[in-house]
């Protein structure tokens, strides 16, 4: 108060650009939401390892990934070099943008194809983590989407052994599935999942959906054809994604595992590695994907929709095809410890990871 009773008049505020009153109503939300970046980066940093690792480090029992960072640019020089070398003018800025609509339909070829895992290690929980990392690579991308050949119901025609060994490598991958996908909010969508089957409980209690999903990864469990003359079964078609790519692992074929509708347009990349995760680094899964969105790319306009500009181009396709037998090596890497070979409408290409 001053002498003459009067409030002192409180002083205007500051006209600087860019300063706000203290009490301004736009300064707690957005500190507010600064806090929830960080906390939310460091949960998911949980999840990360030195992207300079070569194999990615378990910790107590835990699955450390490649950080997001070390897997995009893992992609981005090996896919300047496949453009380079195909001579495709299309650079990783738009290989990105890309990969946001690949939706990848991944066949594993299972846990006996392979002798990479260590003495020390389990070769179950090993093929679950490559799933894992899987998505891990596909999400940290850009993509939205996948889908994932878990298991067949033929495997149970093998014999009560067979499915108790495959119901056992299943349950071993809830809990590294579990953790991730609470931590990054991923969807998990299991497909073939119906009252009776053996870890229907375990399986409902562990992938509650996330509010709002950042990922969708699609699991087929006791897939088979048959389930499509069924009506329960063409509407689970609705469910799942157009297909751009299957990727099939040491098996070259595509028999069993076939998703009608689904897969009309889809191209084709065979893998010939075995999918267990040691058998496996953030390099290369990068790879796998930008070999993947090569394919797309290569046959995007074929499958069931091509119309040819003219019989020049029909021309030169039989001449490169046909003639030369055109066949294109293209090496990402010195040392080279993955295969992977792509169609084309003009012939063959083996890349090598």
Not at 181 to 209: K, S, V
Not at 226 to 233: A, K, N, Q, R, V
Not at 254 to 261: E, H, N, R, V
Not at 283 to 299: F, I
């Amino acid at each position: 108060m001053t002498a003459s009773g009067t409030s002192k008049a409180k002083p205007a505020p500051s006209e600087e650009p860019g300063l706000e009153p203290p009490d301004s109503i736009d300064a707690d939300p957005v500190g507010h939401r600064l806090q929830e970046d960080l906390f939310q980066s460091l949960v998911e940093s949980a999840d990360y390892t030195d992207g300079r690792t070569p194999l990615p480090a378990r910790s107590g029992g835990a699955l450390q990934l490649a950080t997001p960072e070390a897997i995009r640019k893992a992609f981005a020089e090996q896919w300047n070099v496949l453009s380079h070398s195909l001579g495709l003018g299309v650079d990783s800025d738009k290989a990105f943008q890309g990969v946001r609509d690949l939706v990848m339909y991944d066949i594993p070829d299972g846990t006996r194809s392979t002798l990479s895992v260590p003495v020390t290690g389990d070769v179950d929980a090993d093929a679950g983590l490559y799933c894992l990392a899987l998505v891990h690579t596909l999400a940290s991308l850009g993509a939205r989407t996948n889908v994932i050949m878990t298991h067949t119901v033929y495997n149970r025609e093998r014999g009560p052994e067979e499915t108790k060994r495959f119901l056992e490598i299943l349950l071993k991958g809830i809990d590294p599935f579990r953790e991730y996908a609470r931590r990054h909010g991923l969807a998990i969508h299991l497909e073939g999942i119906r009252e009776g089957y053996e870890l229907e409980q375990e399986f409902n209690r562990a992938f509650p959906m996330p509010s709002h999903p950042k990922f969708d990864a699609h699991f087929l469990m006791d897939y088979e054809e048959e389930w499509f003359l069924s009506p329960e079964g063409r509407a689970l078609l609705e469910a799942l994604p157009p297909i751009d790519v299957v990727v099939r692992h040491t098996k070259l074929g595509i028999s069993g595992g076939w998703i009608p509708t689904r897969m009309r347009k889809a191209a084709y990349v065979y893998s010939q590695n075995g999918t267990v995760h040691s058998n496996w680094n953030f390099n290369e899964y990068a790879a796998m994907v930008a070999v993947t969105y090569l394919a797309k790319l290569l046959n995007e306009g074929e499958a069931l929709s091509k119309t040819y500009a003219s019989i020049d181009e029909i021309k030169a396709r039989y001449r490169d095809r046909e003639i030369r037998l055109r066949q294109k090596i293209v090496r990402l890497s010195p040392k080279p410890r993955k295969l992977f070979v792509v169609g084309s409408p003009v012939g063959l290409i083996q890349v090598y990871a």
